[in-house]
């Protein structure tokens, strides 16, 4: 037993620059599972300095200077996002309250529809069943009702730590992307002379994650004003809302399109009822998620995302589990992570 131990550690574990990286890898870990709310200001950080960051290079590559490409990247950034604010987000809010007030009718019309559908059809469907259906909704709507109080109630803190993320977000973002050959300087000093596997790792992940957040990012406004058209076609309310919703989904991987799929199906239903509105709403909408799952998706991620659909859903399921919403942002970049650790980590042989 002692010999198998002694074999592995000296095959895998036999070289500096593994033992180094191994501890530096747990010790993120643990910063992150321990630290994650704390360090979430510096997270959102990284992830906006990597979507602007492609943009500061094509400009030095005009020939813009660094400090000038960063002010230029930077400031432009905050107009945009300040004229999103200032234009959609009051609408969103109003349309997100108009939908919490109508959902308690949302599930009531479901409720008439099924009980309808039960008296037209009673040789096959049993009154045991409808009675299920009909409580289930009913416990729902009263959910529903018990949980805006408690999210109002609570709404004070949350509106505390947006504020600071207002303020500190764009100052991090903004040192990470005036002074980031000063900060990777200052860390690799502590790192070993011979970093040849930590090298291959960095600059793979390096150019995987920058791919995938600027593919997100596409992803994400291509999808939402897509899918916004076409609420606006049918004339669906709370298109903007909707739109947001899908927009934002496709930062959760399978899972966030199921999800949202059920309030504009809701919304749909509760506007158009069975007719064929409702069934051309529907149709148009998975329409779209099919274009973005065969055709956007490869079209963004066929470089930066070489995993099987199985270990994407495994990693968003385990690191979500264990970091929430980063570990299911970062589900993709981290299985690409560990699959790159893999391939990078030298035995024996490779060291000799």
Request: a neutral charge; hydrophobic letters at 60%; one cysteine or more.
């Amino acid at each position: 037993m002692f010999r198998i131990v002694d074999t592995l550690l000296k095959r895998y574990f036999s070289n500096e620059e593994v033992v180094v990286f191994l501890l530096l890898l747990v010790a993120a870990l643990v910063a992150l599972a321990f630290w994650g709310g704390i360090l979430a200001p510096v997270l959102v950080a990284i992830v906006l300095a990597f979507l602007l960051q492609g943009v500061v290079d094509r400009l030095k590559r005009l020939g813009v200077g660094h400090k000038t490409s960063v002010f230029l990247v930077f400031f432009s950034f905050l107009s945009a996002c300040g004229v999103f604010i200032g234009l959609m987000v009051p609408i969103i809010w109003r349309q997100a309250v108009r939908f919490v007030q109508d959902a308690p009718r949302m599930f009531t019309s479901i409720r008439d529809e099924i009980l309808h559908f039960a008296k037209g059809h009673s040789e096959y469907v049993s009154q045991a069943s409808i009675n299920e259906i009909v409580n289930s909704l009913a416990n729902e709507s009263a959910n529903l009702g018990q949980w805006l109080v408690s999210f109002s109630l609570s709404s004070i803190p949350s509106l505390f730590s947006l504020m600071i993320y207002l303020v500190l977000v764009p100052l991090v973002m903004f040192f990470l992307l005036k002074d980031q050959e000063k900060i990777l300087s200052y860390l690799t000093s502590w790192l070993p002379k011979e970093r040849k596997m930590m090298r291959n790792i960095a600059h793979e992940m390096n150019e995987q994650i920058a791919n995938y957040i600027r593919g997100k990012f596409i992803e994400m406004m291509v999808v939402g004003v897509v899918t916004y058209i076409v609420f606006l076609v049918f004339g669906l309310r709370y298109a903007e809302l909707l739109a947001l919703l899908v927009g934002l989904s496709v930062l959760i991987p399978y899972i966030g399109a199921a999800a949202v799929t059920v309030p504009v199906i809701l919304v749909a239903f509760y506007q158009y009822g069975t007719g064929n509105e409702f069934l051309y709403v529907v149709a148009a909408y998975l329409v779209v998620q099919a274009l973005d799952g065969n055709v956007l998706v490869p079209l963004l991620f066929s470089e930066a995302v070489n995993l099987h659909p199985l270990a994407i859903i495994v990693a968003v399921l385990f690191f979500g589990g264990v970091w929430g919403f980063w570990g299911i942002f970062f589900a993709i970049p981290l299985a690409t992570l560990v699959k790159a650790i893999i391939n990078a980590w030298p035995n024996q042989e490779a060291l000799a």
